[in-house]
């Protein structure tokens, strides 16, 4: 029988890593609802995220860093973790215009498996050419010491919880909050509008005369910074190795979005929260069978709910 | 297990038109078509093959002063990946279906091969029994797989795969030993142990590329060939490559396609068992990694695409791009990059970017293309395959 205690870490340290999940599924989701196009280098967008906060911070924070031999030894408030907040999905953004215009748009036409196949080679370059240039080593996890001045590097007492350590209580507090803004500005602006009505029928827009391909660029690299955010937020709590692209991204990410039902941001959100339910709740009871049954999880998912929790069933069959 | 696939498409033969065989052509392709030349063909590129790899590479490399020549093992681990290749071309490039998830049955064959060896280490029944289980486990797994297509289909064939990988990695470990895998696996050798698979086939020091491994190796991959062109050239054959082009023109020709796609992919987990049995057997070791992990679904897809999806042994090129440039250009060291090292898979997937990017019937269509170009452009069809054949014997 579980304690009162195990069971809401569980809950914690399941919505910690569904949101994580959730960041990276929305990004898939949005770029392959509106396009119809698979980006199997969605991972390594999540890869360039932890490995650019990482060299942020370490360069901003560290006493070996390059602010500290300018001579600046502190900017305020351990500002290394928040340059990298702004810094990260900065060049996501940028990373995901260029993969839009020159990766994705020449493969719009072109069979889905030969859009596999070319992001799959993508990542395979990107994994490469990280292990080439900073060394296929492991990174420890760059978690701030403080942030605003706050102390986020001891764990703190909650109700029915225990100790918790804050500074993943405070993770939960932000990657909800970027996938609160996601959420509104898909749903609730023009933007997202387009976004929407593209997923449904990407011609009838064009028809109406609204410029399709400036929200194709945008979504893309709306996806891609969220996913280079995520890698920054994973960074922080786990090691950083040139295969989390793959291992801690990608994979998840897809089976977010089959969960959760192709092109649907709700269902992102949703399918993240399910699978870091349960990735929480075996590796806190049963660790070895964690991951097994994860994926048997969405198997059955697909055999007896193709169309996810919120999808419609038709994107990308 | 191929006599099986034969008799299958015999019987489909007499429920459909006999005279669908071919594409009809001129008399050169119709000889291309038939079983017997085909075989030969690939028998004599088979027997000149290590000489041309790892003996006149090796030649030239001393010349120009790079050790391009490579290993003495290098024949035949790209015969065995050509073997896997094959077969995972007949669902990708013919029918359509891309899986992720092949690993699982390379690497399921892998290690029963290697369990097995050692109650008997009789490399035949290795092979028999890696490749059953192979079978076996392809069954259910293309079963639920095939229901769903597109993406879908990639994803739960991943999904199976991983699932088979973590098994394998933490709960199964008291079968497959975890993370440790199996090292020095022992097969006895062809003839009750009186060919170790170590020993020459020729008595001449020269080709000491020519081992008992490679010889057997060589032999399954006729079999390979000569079951893949039957199945190609076969009314079976051509529903497949009907389910590739349109799966729903199949369906409404009352075809039942489910069946049709399970096959496919039973077919290639086939292939993928014969081969993962044989890389035990002549690598001597499988771990997780090498077997069970999505990269190494992945490398087929690489190997198969970089080869090229149109022709029945195009996609044995890419395995011999893939696995010459792991084992080798991986080793040389460039008088002004240095060594090569570790960029080897970066490179890799750059040459499989623009591969998929310009060449979308890889290196072998890419040569067919151009071969029918030198050959006077706008030549007939059957002319211009031709030298296409001609073109890869002599690059085998």
Known sequence: MLLQSEIASILLNGLQQGAIYALLGIGLTIILGTMEFLNLAHGALYLVGAYVGLIVFQETTLSNGFLYSAGITSIGFEGGFLAAIVLVPIVGFGLGLLMERFVAEPFYDRPETDQLLVTFGLALIVEETVKNVIGGNTFQSIAPSTLFGVNVSQPIQLPFVGLFPSWRLLIIVITFLVIGVTYLAIERTDFGLVVQAGTRDSEMVRLLGIKINRSYSLVFALGAALAAFAGLIGASIQTVSPQIGTDQALIPAFLTIVVGGAGSVRGAIAGGMVLGLIISAMTQTYSQWAQIVLYLFVALMLVFRPEGLFGTGEVGE | ?396
Not at chain 2, 218 to 233: D, F, H, Q, S
Not at chain 2, 268 to 292: K, N, R
Request: charged content about 10%; glycine content about 14%.
């Open chain 2, 1 to 396: 297990m191929s006599d099986e696939v034969a008799t299958d498409g015999g019987a489909v033969v007499e429920s459909e038109e006999p005279a669908s065989g071919g594409s009809g052509g001129s008399a050169l392709s119709r000889l291309r078509e038939r079983d017997d030349f085909v075989v030969v063909a690939s028998a004599a590129a088979l027997v000149v093959f290590p000489f041309l790899l790892v003996d006149v590479l090796g030649a030239v490399g001393d010349v120009i002063g790079l050790s391009i020549g490579g290993y003495t093992g290098l024949p035949s681990l790209v015969l065995i990946y050509g073997i896997i290749v094959i077969g995972f071309n007949l669902l990708l490039g013919y029918t359509g279906l891309l899986s992720f998830g092949h690993a699982a049955f390379f690497g399921s064959a892998a290690y029963s091969a290697a369990l097995f060896s050692q109650i008997v280490p009789s490399p035949l029944l290795m092979v028999v029994v890696g490749t059953l289980v192979a079978t076996l486990l392809a069954w259910p797994i293309g079963f639920v797989s095939i229901r769903r297509s597109g993406v879908y289909f990639a994803v739960l064939t991943l999904t199976f795969g991983q699932a088979l990988y973590f098994y394998a990695l933490g709960p199964g470990s008291w079968l497959t030993n975890g993370d440790n895998g199996f090292s020095n696996i022992e097969a006895d050798g062809l003839f009750l142990g009186a060919l170790p698979f170590d020993a020459q086939l020729t008595p001449l020091p020269i080709l000491d590329s020519y081992t008992v491994m490679y010889g057997f190796a060589a032999i399954a991959m006729l079999v390979a060939i000569w079951v893949g062109n039957r199945i190609i050239n076969s009314p079976y054959g051509l529903i497949f490559e009907a389910l590739g082009e349109n799966e729903e023109r199949v369906e409404f020709v009352g075809l039942n396609v489910f069946r049709y796609k399970l096959m496919a992919f039973v077919i290639s987990a086939i292939f993928a068992g014969v081969g993962g049995a044989l890389f035990v057997i002549h690598e001597q070791y499988i771990h997780p990694t090498t077997g069970l992990y999505w990269i190494q679904s992945g490398d087929f897809v690489i190997m198969t695409v970089l080869g090229g999806t149109g022709s029945l042994v195009g996609p044995v090129f890419g395995a011999l791009v893939f696995e010459y440039v792991a084992n080798v250009v991986s080793g040389v060291s460039l008088p002004a990059i240095g060594s090569i090292g570790s960029l080897w898979r970066f490179v890799l997937g750059a040459v499989f970017v623009t591969i998929v990017w310009v060449f979308p019937r890889g290196i072998y269509g890419a040569f067919a293309d151009l071969a029918a170009l030198v050959n006077g452009g706008g030549g007939e069809g059957g002319d211009s395959t031709d030298p296409a054949a001609t073109d890869g014997g002599e690059r085998e």
